[in-house]
């Protein structure tokens, strides 16, 4: 079928690797730092830039013939906070404490890189189908990383995956301390950096 060929399904797969927005292209670093400390914000925020780029890719990509290319970027700016606001509105309704968690980086997703990066690369010249599996893509390869990134944040830095206790009591009491460091944002930084060196080094090979 056409709409599961080969072509697209390297648009697809290739952020979830070979063309990580992250770990290749070194995009959406800041929001990867702020709210990686603890393993669920990481994933709702995850999940929150996955559904805002691959529905703002579809918009775009069905309007892009009818845009004027000067006004172009306003319009992507519009259309993507409209979906922003929306999920924004979405989170203070379902996961209230989430969405304070998240504080500002939620709005912020308005002007993440790799979102508006994919509108005017992709989106802007290609069809809806391709786009979205283009947005759905980029946004997954984000939140892998996000939630890699948390995982190992919460769980050194507090003993807990998704707040459930996991490291026993037993270990505290034989003198095991938590890693302070974990929750601090220079810490997001160099595991980062950690992944994308691992990355590179076993997976990307330079062309």
């Not at 780029?53 to 306003?74: L, Y």
């Not at 034989?174 to 950096?193: D, K, R, S």
Request: hydrophobic fraction near 55%; charged fraction near 10%; proline fraction near 4%.
């Amino acid at each position: 079928m056409a709409l599961f060929s080969k072509q697209n399904k390297e648009v697809f797969c290739n952020p979830l690797n070979l063309d990580n927005p992250i770990l290749i292209q070194v995009l959406g670093i800041c929001s990867a730092l702020a709210v990686t400390s603890q393993l669920k914000p990481a994933i709702v925020m995850g999940l929150a830039v996955t559904v805002i780029t691959a529905f703002s890719n579809v918009i775009i990509s069905i309007i892009r013939n009818t845009i004027p290319n000067r006004i172009r970027i306003v319009v992507q700016l519009v259309v993507v906070a409209a979906l922003v606001t929306i999920v924004s509105q979405i989170l203070k309704a379902f996961a209230y404490d989430v969405s304070v968690q998240l504080s500002v980086y939620v709005g912020l997703i308005i002007t993440n890189c790799i979102l508006m990066g994919r509108l005017e690369a992709f989106a802007m010249m290609n069809k809806p189908w391709p786009s979205f599996l283009d947005g759905v893509g980029n946004g997954l390869g984000y939140a892998m990383i996000l939630v890699i990134v948390g995982a190992v944040r919460e769980f050194f830095g507090r003993g807990s995956l998704l707040g459930f206790q996991i490291i026993p009591d037993g270990c505290y009491d034989f003198g095991y301390v938590n890693n302070g460091m974990m929750t601090m944002p220079a810490m997001a930084l160099i595991l980062v950096g950690c992944v994308i060196w691992v990355h590179r080094a076993y997976f990307y090979k330079e062309k």
